[in-house]
Antibody, heavy 115, light 107 residues
Framework: EVKLEESGGGLVQPGMSVKLSCATS????????MEWVRQAPGKGLEWVAE??????????YYGKSVKGRFTISRDDSKSIVYLQVNSIRSEDTGIYYC??????WGQGVMVTVSS | DIQMTQSPSSLPASLGDRVTITCRAS??????LRWFQQKPGKSPRLMIY???NLAAGVPSRFSGSRSGSDYSLTINSLESEDMAIYYC?????????FGSGTKLEIK
């Protein structure tokens, strides 16, 4: 069974950093591209970032609103994908989901940006 | 960036109805279009991929189609469990973009 479990969220002060993790199991993690999608409270889905696999040189891609502040990375030995969030803003508040090619999703982790 | 214009934003419907939700792409995206269902408090669920292909475990009353730059999700014979918000996603070009969502609710 494919499982994705996000962690690392919580209350973060504006301008600070947070690192989200997504631990996975039930599939060969190293074969897959992985993504992060977020959802502000009461709003729609927003694509955040993607990281490809080793065969695709671990290429990364980002949404416009997060480019330069967010970094997606992965550890194939641990089957974990990360999202480093720097210079966090109030508009970054929301639920962050990790996905495996949009077929499988985690339950999401809440990030609240507030002083 | 590719804009995905989704309509309607809200769709009241009755059980047993046939309903259609549409996303229009601002540029060519081929068939790189997926549809998702999201219920309150839950993670999104993939329903359609490649514009017309049913994802695993999705009931056959769901279908996807394409006409030019218009992509549609149709639900035949609406059931109560289908009440949710539906989103399209284009994955032809970065940054990927979602439609704004359609809330399907009981009339």
């Amino acid at each position: 069974e494919v499982k994705l479990e996000e962690s690392g969220g919580g209350l973060v002060q504006p301008g600070m950093s947070v690192k989200l993790s997504c631990a996975t199991s039930g599939f060969t993690f190293s074969d897959y591209w992985m993504e992060w999608v977020r959802q502000a409270p009461g709003k729609g889905l927003e694509w955040v970032a993607e990281i490809r696999n080793k065969a695709n040189n671990y290429a990364t891609y980002y949404g416009k609103s997060v480019k330069g502040r967010f970094t997606i990375s992965r550890d194939d030995s641990k089957s974990i994908v990360y999202l480093q969030v720097n210079s966090i803003r109030s508009e970054d508040t929301g639920i962050y989901y990790c996905t495996r090619r949009y077929n499988s999703w985690g339950q999401g982790v809440m990030v609240t940006v507030s002083s | 960036d590719i804009q995905m214009t989704q309509s309607p934003s809200s769709l009241p419907a009755s059980l047993g109805d046939r309903v259609t939700i549409t996303c229009r792409a601002s540029q060519d995206i081929g068939n790189y279009l997926r549809w998702f269902q999201q219920k309150p408090g839950k993670s999104p669920r993939l329903m359609i991929y490649g514009a017309t292909n049913l994802a695993a475990g999705v009931p056959s009353r769901f279908s996807g189609s394409r006409s030019g730059s218009d992509y549609s999700l149709t639900i035949n014979s609406l059931e109560s469990e289908d009440m949710a918000i539906y989103y399209c996603l284009q994955h032809n070009e970065y940054p990927l973009t979602f439609g704004s969502g359609t809330k399907l609710e009981i009339k």
